[in-house]
Every structure is written in structure tokens, then in C-alpha cells.
């Protein structure tokens, strides 16, 4: 896994098919959830990461499919 350069406000890493979140300080556990919720809510709908797995601190999503159909 590597740092992610986006990771302003988390600890952000990735390996090309997964992306660890993890959420530190007083309001962790608040962030976590405001993130997770619409991504499982709108799964299916419009494409969004999947969510892989879910900790106390840490958020595994994976990588949205890249579309290269134009026709």
C-alpha cells in the first residue's frame, strides 16, 4: 500500500485495487459514517466506489470500473 496524495484530513493509502481511510481525531467516527452512508445508498444507482469493509477507523472501498464504451 501507498500514501495517496488525497488524503488532506485522513490517512489515505492504496495498492491499485483498494483504498484504506483511515479517520483519526475526536470526530472520526462521524466523518467515517458521512462518507460510507451515501456510498452504499447510491451503490447501483450512479457509479460510486464499493465499500469493502468498515472498521471502528478505517474505510476499504474499491476502485469505480472505468467505462470505455462510447458507442
Do not use: Q
Request: positive net charge.
Amino acid at each position: 500500500m501507498r500514501r495517496l496524495k488525497h488524503g488532506y484530513t485522513n490517512r489515505t493509502v492504496g495498492d491499485g485495487a483498494r483504498v484504506d481511510k483511515t479517520y483519526d481525531g475526536p470526530d472520526a467516527a462521524l466523518r467515517l459514517t458521512r462518507e460510507r452512508t451515501p456510498l452504499t445508498r447510491l451503490r447501483g444507482r450512479i457509479p460510486v466506489p464499493p465499500v469493502l469493509r468498515t472498521t471502528a477507523r478505517t474505510l476499504t472501498l474499491g476502485f469505480v470500473p472505468v467505462c470505455t464504451d462510447r458507442s
